[in-house]
């Protein structure tokens, strides 16, 4: 799959959202739902799981949960996922439940990620619904901003 014309802006308000996380004390990440033909938002998302002490608190179930809310319908087949980091298991699982017809990524989790990099969730043939991701949109930025975190958390007094 080739990056569509929205990809790129909506990959730039997910790392405005990252930003966001990030200055909450969240690890920086941001996720927006959007449609795929008309590039019209429908969700968007950001880490809270610090502070709402959720461990479900990641940014691509925030906005996969506000999109179906939006267009009443659990099915977002005809959406695109765009996030900043590549999605862990969760939400992968999440991915594939909501039917979503793109997936996009930033940077890869090379601890967590199971797109590509520990496993392939999306792809797996035996689930009834498959998305083909596509990765390094603005990936320089997405691992920059991770990498500024968790940086930044190291040299924290206490950390």
């Not at 990959?11 to 004390?25: D, H, K, P, S, W």
């Not at 009443?72 to 695109?80: K, Q, V």
């Not at 940077?107 to 689930?127: C, F, N, Q, Y």
Request: hydrophobic share 45%; net charge neutral; proline share 6%.
């Amino acid at each position: 799959m080739n990056p569509g014309p929205f990809d790129e802006p909506m990959m730039r308000r997910a790392l405005a959202l990252a930003a966001e996380a990030a200055a909450q004390g969240e690890v920086p990440v941001g996720a927006v739902v959007f449609e795929s033909v008309t590039g019209r938002v429908l969700g968007e998302g950001r880490n809270n799981r610090e502070r709402a002490n959720d461990p479900l608190g990641h940014a691509e179930l925030h906005a996969i949960r506000a999109a179906a809310i939006a267009i009443g319908d659990w099915r977002l087949n005809e959406c695109t996922l765009v996030v900043t980091l590549e999605p862990c298991a969760m939400c992968a699982g999440a991915i594939v439940n909501a039917r979503l017809g793109r997936l996009v990524y930033g940077t890869r989790d090379p601890k967590a990620g199971a797109v590509d990099s520990l496993m392939r969730l999306t792809l797996d043939e035996r689930l009834n619904h498959r998305v083909e991701p596509i990765s390094g949109v603005l990936e320089t930025e997405c691992a920059a901003i991770l990498r500024a975190f968790f940086r930044d958390l190291r040299v924290r007094p206490g950390a």
